[in-house]
């Protein structure tokens, strides 16, 4: 499959946008339904969702663009077709070699003329990638951005007319969102070296900011904007106070074995250990960061993409571009740095649109560890007072008694009329209650102890405990020792925890995370005001279950559902690529529940267009035959 235009032999530098007159509007039109065709005949899909339609409309009459969708909702499709369609390459700028190669791998297997240029090739493929791009026989070619700036790749490029430069993952160019990379910041000059040619950056997670930043730096002067809603509404959002983290992660998981998910910890140690203990209970777990060695990653990855039911214990270090679409699960027992860093991570579970779930749990710990490392880090004061803000917002978020969904959509300038009924506290909604004298005790005990101590003293000298750390600064003498004799070490910590969250309490940093008082605390220590808190759900205890059978498949369809399975799996063994590759999990359902006799019946499944049935078709067709027959 090629573009439908004939090829430029030099790029275009004198041309220049244009108003669409008559002419150039029908010409538009006419290529949008050229779009649709492709949109059936190579992707399977029968129409297009959201606004991919205005995007690749705005791609196609050569204007820039600045694209929010959220993960799973499409984004590739915005600047793969524009490939396809407008006369040249397509240029893709990816920041992980992963993702360029299970974006290429998948777009082979539906006949789309694409490459990859990285490190992972030796000389010899690559003089292979660069001589395609030289001879124009290529729809679309994925790039890092170090790699397309080199200058030996942007002459390269120079040589050759491009139909679209698209900028995945674009947030990565601004130094105030989540992920930051500084090789993102040279990008700006594709501008200068490429006028005319229609540049596109995506991302699935940008506030206003952030969003306002992309478009300064990549000078995205005119862009238009699309921004989608942020609701995915198949996810279950639901955050715990946490208590024993191991523990409750098992009583989490206890029911989802044999299914695909990620759990993030924010330390190595902890990965391992994580990864470690859930191994040692029967699950199918890999450790994933940064400190592993190269090979024993890239393994890693590939069972989690190649094989059913991996979890993968990580750092952040995992999981951008990932494509997998069955991830029924992510899970945090650790808190993330910020609101947009958690929507991006979560965004894994569920791309196929089916139910997944969003399951975290966060402690005092986590707060001091987090403002501990904002305020050590060495960034300039500006820098520090917006991750200081974003750390408050996702405490906040994590703390709201009103429907979870609506508060994060409102984050992002979202927003939904109702409460979602689908997260856990539509499900299960908090007790509050009058938490006024218990802040008062606390305060008052970290003012008594001299602003000096941390959590752990502090509650020891509330609860009355004679430590040695109280015998030896007399703290037995106290006021406040023992006036919290009555409530529980877990209880206090939750007090204080939400005391810290609402800025009563500070964690100083330079003096190893002792309490102060802020000048918010006056009036609550005064009287003037009153407090409600949290009522903590208790931790459950872990449920014994059976295996759950597939997601919507019926009992007396199990053995057909596995066959199906069985035969994707043997096909993407030898072609080399992800199960999900060949037809994903929604695909094999349709085939399932219709029993399509023919390639006609086929090609009304969504996901399947022309060149997988050509190439999948009939032995899909005898399986379900012989499964009729048997």
């Known amino acids: 499959m090629g573009a439908c235009f004939p090829k430029r032999s030099i790029q275009g530098r004198s041309?220049?946008?244009?108003?669409?007159?008559?002419?150039?509007?029908?010409?538009?039109?006419?290529?949008?339904?050229?779009?649709?065709?492709?949109?059936?005949?190579?992707?399977?899909?029968?129409?297009?969702?959201?606004?991919?339609?205005?995007?690749?409309?705005?791609?196609?009459?050569?204007?820039?663009?600045?694209?929010?969708?959220?993960?799973?909702?499409?984004?590739?499709?915005?600047?793969?077709?524009?490939?396809?369609?407008?006369?040249?390459?397509?240029?893709?700028?990816?920041?992980?070699?992963?993702?360029?190669?299970?974006?290429?791998?998948?777009?082979?297997?539906?006949?789309?003329?694409?490459?990859f240029l990285n490190s992972t090739l030796s000389f010899q493929e690559q003089r292979g990638v660069q001589e395609d791009v030289a001879n124009q026989s290529l729809d679309l070619l994925y790039l890092a951005p170090e790699r397309l700036l080199q200058e030996e790749t942007l002459a390269?490029?120079?040589?050759?007319?491009?139909?679209?430069?698209?900028?995945?993952?674009?947030?990565?160019?601004?130094?105030?969102?989540?992920?930051?990379?500084?090789?993102?910041?040279?990008?700006?000059?594709?501008?200068?070296?490429?006028?005319?040619?229609?540049?596109?950056?995506?991302?699935?997670?940008?506030?206003?900011?952030?969003?306002?930043?992309?478009?300064?730096?990549?000078?995205?002067?005119?862009?238009?904007?699309?921004?989608?809603?942020?609701?995915?509404?198949?996810?279950?959002?639901?955050?715990?106070?946490?208590?024993?983290?191991?523990?409750?992660?098992?009583?989490?998981?206890?029911?989802r074995r044999h299914e695909a998910g990620i759990v993030y910890a924010m330390t190595r140690k902890k990965v391992e250990a994580t990864a470690q203990l859930l191994a040692e209970r029967g699950f199918t777990a890999l450790p994933y960061h940064a400190g592993l060695p190269t090979h024993e990653r890239t393994e890693h990855q590939g069972r989690f993409l190649y094989e059913d039911g991996v979890v993968i214990v990580a750092t952040i270090a995992f999981g951008m571009g990932i494509d997998k679409p069955d991830v029924r699960f992510v899970a945090h027992v650790d808190l993330p740095k910020?609101?947009?860093?958690?929507?991006?991570?979560?965004?894994?579970?569920?791309?196929?649109?089916?139910?997944?779930?969003?399951?975290?749990?966060?402690?005092?710990?986590?707060?001091?560890?987090?403002?501990?490392?904002?305020?050590?880090?060495?960034?300039?004061?500006e820098h520090k007072r917006i991750e200081r803000a974003k750390l408050d917002a996702l405490l906040g978020w994590c703390e709201v008694t009103a429907c979870r969904r609506r508060a994060l959509l409102e984050h992002f300038g979202d927003g939904l009329a109702e409460d979602c009924g689908n997260c856990d506290i539509c499900l299960t909604p908090p007790q509050t209650w009058d938490g006024t004298e218990e802040a008062q005790k606390l305060l008052s005990c970290v003012y008594r102890t001299g602003q000096y101590f941390g959590a752990g003293h502090v509650i020891d000298v509330l609860r009355g405990k004679d430590t040695a750390k109280v015998q030896q600064r007399r703290h037995q003498n106290l006021s406040t020792f023992g006036i919290g004799a009555d409530r529980s070490e877990v209880q206090w910590r939750s007090v204080l925890r939400q005391l810290l969250v609402q800025g009563h309490l500070h964690a100083d940093a330079e003096r190893y995370g002792a309490l102060r008082l802020t000048a918010k605390s006056r009036p609550l220590l005064k009287g003037a005001e009153r407090i409600r808190l949290r009522q903590d759900a208790a931790a459950k205890p872990p449920r014994k279950t059976t295996p759950k059978p597939a997601q919507d498949v019926a009992p007396e369809n199990q053995g057909l559902w596995d066959k199906l399975r069985d035969l994707r799996r043997r096909l993407a063994e030898e072609a080399g690529v992800p199960p999900y590759v060949i037809f994903h999990d929604a695909t094999l359902k349709e085939m399932v529940r219709l029993r399509p006799s023919s390639a006609e019946e086929l090609l009304t499944l969504h996901g399947i267009g022309q060149t997988k049935l050509d190439r999948y078709g009939s032995v899909f067709l005898k399986a379900l035959r012989v499964h009729e027959e048997g």
């Open 15 to 115: 041309w220049q946008r244009r108003p669409l007159n008559q002419q150039a509007g029908a010409k538009i039109n006419g290529m949008l339904q050229r779009a649709q065709e492709l949109l059936r005949n190579v992707y399977g899909y029968a129409r297009f969702r959201g606004r991919q339609e205005e995007v690749i409309a705005t791609a196609l009459a050569g204007e820039d663009a600045l694209v929010l969708m959220p993960t799973g909702g499409g984004k590739s499709l915005c600047y793969q077709l524009p490939a396809m369609l407008r006369p040249g390459l397509g240029v893709v700028v990816s920041p992980l070699i992963a993702l360029m190669q299970d974006q290429v791998a998948a777009l082979k297997q539906l006949g789309v003329r694409s490459a």
């Open 156 to 255: 390269l490029l120079a040589n050759v007319p491009l139909a679209v430069i698209a900028i995945d993952e674009a947030h990565c160019v601004s130094q105030w969102g989540h992920d930051f990379r500084q090789d993102y910041l040279g990008l700006n000059i594709l501008r200068e070296r490429f006028p005319g040619v229609p540049r596109m950056a995506l991302t699935a997670t940008a506030d206003a900011l952030t969003r306002r930043e992309i478009l300064a730096r990549l000078e995205l002067n005119g862009a238009k904007q699309f921004i989608s809603g942020f609701d995915r509404p198949n996810i279950r959002y639901t955050v715990r106070a946490k208590a024993d983290a191991n523990a409750q992660l098992l009583a989490f998981l206890e029911d």
């Open 338 to 381: 910020s609101v947009e860093a958690y929507y991006q991570e979560t965004g894994r579970a569920g791309r196929d649109g089916e139910p997944a779930e969003a399951w975290m749990v966060y402690g005092l710990q986590d707060v001091v560890r987090l403002r501990q490392m904002v305020d050590q880090s060495e960034a300039g004061e």
